[in-house]
């Protein structure tokens, strides 16, 4: 990666809608859908009090459909419009190009990540009477900063795997989404559903320990970095192996 190549995609992202509409949506959404749920529900609802770092991030369950998708197409917009010959014009290395789009999807997401979280916090603050500092707030709100951007990374690197837009809207949308969160409440299969990455990430985000998971809230966080670092290996490879 070099700034040149940096410099690229960071004008791709502020001119074309489909990439720069996805993050602001997600800070709307992560923000916007826990201070609503804390006004309506703030008062009655015990899920979002007794560990606040679940009513904090509710909204989190959200707006990382978003993300999901600007990881998506940040790099699989490439492939579908056949704009990677061209991009592969401009910059003909390979691995400086895909450098370049993990380095401004990883920006991006920690973007998203510390204003998403700051309005999340300032959201469940107003509108929740309990407490949403404690010993757990400073790894919460870290790990609300970081797991965007892993979140992100994660996605493109998939894309760059499947080398298809459609193929990884198919795949990580419903998993992450949908998925993974409905398995993750059936016995046994939580067992291995647990380690996967949002799974893992996002155990990162409670105050309180779970007994049924069997790691840490920071040992989550590192496996959904490791999944995300083998993503992006997975399709650095891949794309150094394509034909276009």
Known sequence: M????????????????????PPLIAVLLTAGVTTAVGAALGDADHNITDDPGVGIFYGLNFGQAALV?????????????RMLDVSLAAVPRRGRLYGAKLAL?????????AVGTAGAFA???ATVPAEWHGPGFARAATAGVLYPALLAVLCL???????NLTAA???LTPTVFLLSPLLSGVPGVRNV????PDRAGQYALRYADDPQTGYGHWTGLIVMA???????????RSLQRTGR
């Open 2 to 21: 070099n700034l040149t190549a940096l410099r690229a995609e960071r004008i791709k992202l502020t001119t074309l809608r489909s990439l720069w509409l």
């Open 69 to 81: 998708s600007f990881g998506i197409l940040l790099m699989g917009q490439e492939f579908n419009t």
């Open 105 to 113: 999807g990883a920006l991006v997401g920690l973007g998203v990540g």
């Open 123 to 125: 959201g469940y603050a």
């Open 157 to 163: 690197g998939v894309t760059a795997q499947l080398g």
């Open 169 to 171: 809207l198919g795949l």
């Open 193 to 196: 559903v647990q380690f996967l």
């Open 226 to 236: 490791l999944w995300t670092a083998l993503a992006a290996y997975g399709g650095l």
